[in-house]
């Protein structure tokens, strides 16, 4: 149950930044957990663990590394439409 629960969490941490920075995150659910626990692990990494547990993710800098991981994607993402097109 504790693997499900990291996935929703995820899954919620990835959807959460997407609607802060204004952009989807590509791959819709499985992009949104993938965000998620690439952006908690960033987040812990850069502000360490603090705030709030609940699924393995400590949720503000979870929720950071998240903003960050994907405003990043987003401009990585943009530059490539703006070469291809």
């Given at each position: 149950m504790g693997f499900i629960w990291s996935l929703i969490i995820?899954?919620?941490l990835g959807w959460l930044g997407s609607l802060i920075v204004g952009?989807?995150?590509p791959g819709g659910i499985i992009g949104n957990?993938?965000?998620g626990f690439i952006g908690s692990w960033l987040g812990n990494f850069i502000l360490g663990q603090?705030?709030?547990e609940t699924g393995g993710?400590?949720?503000f800098p979870a929720l950071i590394g998240a903003i960050v991981l994907i405003?990043?994607?987003?401009l990585i993402l943009r530059s490539f439409k703006h070469r291809n097109a």
């Open positions: 995820g899954g919620i952009r989807d995150v957990i993938i965000a603090w705030g709030p993710f400590y949720i405003f990043i994607l987003s």
